[in-house]
């Protein structure tokens, strides 16, 4: 007899839960199934789904004997028949590729919104004595105005974006699980360039937000990457809006005052990381960067782009984003880089559970793996590069690519991979010092970059788009000139350029 046909109907609900279990044909229908069953009694304890789905992904990706897994309900046989058949197993890159880039964004209608809106709870404490209300974000039109599907229990309604100083945007998130819609703050981290949430907070003795909370550490925050990405396509495409109403009490009032932990991301979020193999979780200092080394199944594969979008920031400028699998199906890691060329790994995601909060339940500890381009003073110790230091608003921060990420295996694996597969894209050269030297003016100068497709300078190639902005970040004074690439005489046209621009005012 064949899995999912002639079955007879189940007479309970143990059978029921066994039915819809051998039923399963892929993994994807199965962890929804344990999802909606909750969990299973095993011989010797009880398993919440999330756990269940935890050591599948295990056992899938070679850590765990498949005997860990329950015999209850027939599921040790169903995942034991699904790996055989390779229905679902990590190494299906199909299935791996639907998961960010198929999603869509949704914008709703006006009767949706305001729906949304009213449905909506606000856990947040009061700030400085105030306490933030729907009609204050209806009034600052930061009502549900998109849709994000994150998985078959969890929707996302997202506002437009907002300014909330020093460099950053938020918006407020309308995340929707088991039936209630719940109004959440995430913003754009300025190290890391990448969306997280905000659990917490504290105020300075003015009343003014003084401090993020970190959670159980910063990794923990980072939004899945479909909603990065969304959230990245929404903010681009829309202008920032400048609120009447204090920004910090839109903000900070959808959450608590640090030093409670009763917000629900402390009750949801599981307190311990999952951590990488071999990888020094030790604290007293920075791992060398030659040290760091993964697994070969935990290390990306750079065959497979699951996704890429392009962000811009306050600190960075723009930079690109692209994520990719491990070998093993288990993770998905985003790597981001910046216009001229620096590469960091802006977090580590697996596939548990989407929370009330839009974060999964469980985060992975990348340690030093996962150290910023651009890094606080203190925490790169004395791998900073002091020639390239940048302030934004009252916070310094000190380049750490040079003297520590670009020393890093897999750092340097995806400059080889991806940056090699660009050099190949460029073969018009002698054209290029031609177009490049005949450019009488910077418009010119930027048709004859996007006609040749980039430049190889000495260690990379750059792309019309990062050349672009590289050189507009030199003309308003943000880079210094040395960061345009020689190559055909680029930094000597850009010089003769600005001089000239210079001679005109």
């Excluded at 790996?83 to 190494?91: G, H, L, N, Q, R």
């Excluded at 996007?450 to 260690?459: A, D, L, P, T």
């Amino acid at each position: 007899m064949k899995e999912g046909n002639n079955f007879e109907q189940p007479k309970n609900k143990e059978e029921e839960n066994k039915f819809k279990i051998i039923a399963s044909k892929n993994f994807e229908e199965l962890y929804q199934t344990l999802d909606k069953v909750g969990g299973l009694n095993g011989s010797k304890k009880s398993y919440e789904a999330s756990e269940l789905k935890e050591i599948i992904d295990k056992v899938r990706g070679g850590k765990l004997d498949i005997s860990y897994i329950t015999r209850t309900d027939g599921l040790r046989d169903k995942v034991e028949s699904l790996i055989k058949t390779k229905e679902s197993a990590p190494e299906n890159k199909e299935e791996i590729k639907k998961d960010p880039n198929n999603f869509k964004i949704e914008t709703l209608e006006e009767t949706e919104s305001k729906e949304i809106l009213v449905r909506t709870e606000i856990h947040g404490d009061d700030f400085n004595g105030q306490l933030l209300t729907k009609e204050i974000l209806e009034k600052e039109d930061l009502i549900p105005k998109y849709k994000i599907g994150m998985d078959n229990s969890v929707n996302c309604y997202l506002s437009k974006g907002y300014d909330i100083g020093q460099g950053r945007i938020a918006v407020i998130a309308y995340v929707e699980k088991d039936g209630k819609i719940k109004a959440c703050s995430y913003y754009r981290s300025n190290s890391q360039g990448v969306w997280r949430y905000l659990p917490d907070y504290t105020v300075n003795e003015n009343g003014k937000m003084k401090w993020y909370g970190k959670g159980y550490g910063e990794e923990s925050l980072t939004l899945p990457i479909v909603t990065q990405k969304a959230l990245s396509k929404i903010i681009s495409n829309l202008p920032i809006i400048k609120t009447e109403e204090s920004p910090e009490l839109i903000f900070a009032g959808t959450t608590k005052k640090f030093g409670k932990f009763d917000a629900d991301y402390y009750e949801e979020t599981k307190e311990e990381s999952k951590k990488l193999s071999n990888l020094n979780y030790k604290e007293e200092r920075k791992t060398p960067p030659e040290q760091i080394q993964l697994k070969k199944e935990e290390t990306p594969d750079f065959s497979t782009v699951l996704a890429n979008w392009e962000e811009v920031t306050s600190l960075y400028g723009k930079i690109s984003i692209e994520v990719f699998p491990s070998k093993d199906g288990i993770l998905k890691f985003m790597f981001c880089k910046d216009s001229v060329g620096r590469v960091w790994i802006g977090g580590i995601e697996d596939n548990s559970e989407i929370q009330s909060t839009g974060l999964r339940k469980t985060w992975i500890d990348g340690g030093d793996l996962s150290t910023p381009a651009y890094e606080y003073p203190i925490q790169i110790e004395e791998y900073g590069n002091p020639e390239v230091i940048k302030v934004v608003g009252r916070t310094m921060y000190i380049d750490a690519y040079e003297n520590y990420l670009k020393k890093i295996p897999i750092i340097k694996e995806y400059l080889k991979t991806r940056v090699k597969k660009d050099e190949e894209s460029a073969n018009k050269t002698v054209e290029s010092k031609l177009t490049i030297g005949n450019s009488k003016n910077f418009i010119e100068l930027y048709q004859a970059l996007e006609q040749i497709g980039g430049v190889q300078g000495s260690k990379q190639f750059y792309s019309a788009s990062q050349l672009k902005d590289i050189i507009e970040r030199v003309r308003k004074g943000e880079l210094n000139i040395n960061y345009v690439t020689n190559t055909h005489s680029l930094r000597d046209k850009v010089i003769d350029l600005i001089g000239i621009e210079e001679l005109k005012r």
